[in-house]
């Protein structure tokens, strides 16, 4: 599979990742986002070439700017400062999972500032409560659960201190026709069962697994229905009880969807998680409500939405990053017969996961 980086670049300036693109044309006005630049950060890890060290190094500068003294990171970066008005709990579990990812590299100074980055987040990290930043988190841990040391002991209880959050909100959501860990299903919904699927490959807990394969399952009957992926939409997300909204579907969500059957795969060598991964995929090429593609070949972007008449032309960084992310993923899947992981490029991928 050959992986376009042209609009990656293009989205790309000393700064960081732009967030919102003008149609194909990057938005200088709309800033820089941790989410975005932690993203970035972990496709850029994953890449391979002469230009892979410079925008992991743009990209990890900007993180570092970000996190402020007490370990957590401002979101959003506009007319040369960092301001508050849109920090979330799910930017610092991003943050943290990118740099956890970036611990593992095989150049020092990354290894050694992402490492020294998520370390300072943790004291912050612990109290989260939002579970797809618990799970961003999580994930960040079973990713690297050797950040330290000294920490390490540490790491693992908090690391099971979190399956067991996660759990016990899918004990107190779930029903008979009802397998989820809240009573809606919004965006990013892969993370929850993903995180804990790496958790079990972590620490072999049973529970975890059970639960992850049940709320994998539950998606997978929901989401496949049609015989392609139909991501819930945003115009109102879906509340249990009602009926899964088709519009707007996110490209951010696909990917989130592709990533959690493959970390299955992984933890698990079942082959129909394989090929639900690439069927996840294959929304981004076409196999979605519209039969539309959402990639675009003459710029190498990704279009922001799936709308009820057609696509949302613009091509901003989430959109851009999630396709890439699920190209990374699914394509070291099929051409080593494993998962990838988001780790790209490390000294320790054969003994992490």
Same mark, same amino acid.
Not at 63 to 87: E, M, P, S, Y
Not at 109 to 131: C, H, N, Q, S, T
Not at 179 to 193: A, K, Q, R, S, V
């Given at each position: 599979?050959t ?9 790309? @300036? ?9 149609? $194909? =044309? ?10 975005? $630049?932690? /993203? ?6 994953? =890449? ?7 925008l992991?190094?743009?990209? =990890?500068?900007?993180? @570092? ?6 370990? /957590?990171?401002? &979101?959003?970066?506009? &007319? +040369?400062?960092?301001?508050? #008005?849109? @920090? ?18 095989e150049?020092?100074?990354?290894r050694?500032? +992402? ?9 912050? %990290? ?7 930043s !618990? ?19 540490? %790491?693992?209880?908090v690391?099971?201190?979190?399956? &067991? ?11 008979? &026709? ?12 892969g ?16 529970? #975890? ?22 991501? !819930? ?66 710029? +190498?972007?990704?279009? @922001? ?5 057609? !696509? ?6 989430e ?14 899947m ?20």
């Amino acid at each position: 599979m050959t992986i376009d980086y042209r609009h990656l670049k293009r989205m790309t @300036d000393e700064g960081g990742m732009l967030q919102f693109a003008r149609l $194909n =044309m990057p938005d200088t006005d709309s800033g820089y986002t941790v989410d975005d $630049n932690a /993203r970035a950060l972990l496709v850029a890890l994953n =890449m391979e070439g002469e230009e892979r060290r410079e925008l992991v190094g743009v990209y =990890m500068r900007f993180l @570092d700017a970000a996190q402020q003294t007490d370990g /957590r990171w401002c &979101n959003w970066k506009l &007319n +040369g400062r960092f301001v508050t #008005a849109i @920090d979330s709990d799910d930017s610092q579990g991003r943050a943290f999972l990118s740099c956890c990812a970036a611990s593992l590299c095989e150049l020092q100074d990354v290894r050694e500032a +992402g490492r020294r980055m998520a370390l300072r987040a943790l004291p912050a %990290l612990v109290a989260l409560k939002w579970p797809r930043s !618990v799970a961003y988190t999580l994930l960040g841990i079973c990713l690297n659960p050797g950040l330290s040391d000294r920490r390490s002991g540490a %790491l693992a209880g908090v690391a099971r201190d979190f399956s &067991n959050y996660l759990i016990g909100l899918y004990d107190r959501s779930r029903h008979r &026709n009802w397998h989820w860990f809240e009573d809606d299903l919004t965006y990013c919904n892969g993370i929850l069962p993903h995180a804990l699927f790496a958790y079990y490959s972590f620490a072999q807990d049973r529970k #975890a697994l059970r639960v992850a394969r049940d709320t994998l399952g539950f998606l997978t009957d929901a989401l496949f229905a049609r015989g392609y992926l139909s991501i !819930v939409g945003n115009r109102g997300w879906w509340h249990r009880g009602t009926e899964i909204p088709c519009y707007d579907q996110q490209p951010v969500d696909a990917c989130s969807t592709a990533l959690a059957y493959a970390r299955a795969f992984r933890a698990t060598g079942d082959s129909q998680y394989r090929s639900l991964a690439e069927l996840a995929y294959s929304w981004y090429q076409g196999s979605n409500i519209n039969r539309i593609s959402l990639y675009d070949a003459t710029t +190498g972007g990704c279009y @922001d939405a799936l709308i009820p008449d057609g !696509v949302n032309l613009n091509q901003g960084a989430e959109s851009l990053l999630s396709l890439l992310l699920s190209q990374q993923v699914i394509s070291g899947m099929t051409s080593t017969g494993q998962d990838t992981e988001i780790r790209g490029r490390t000294q320790e991928a054969g003994s992490q996961s």
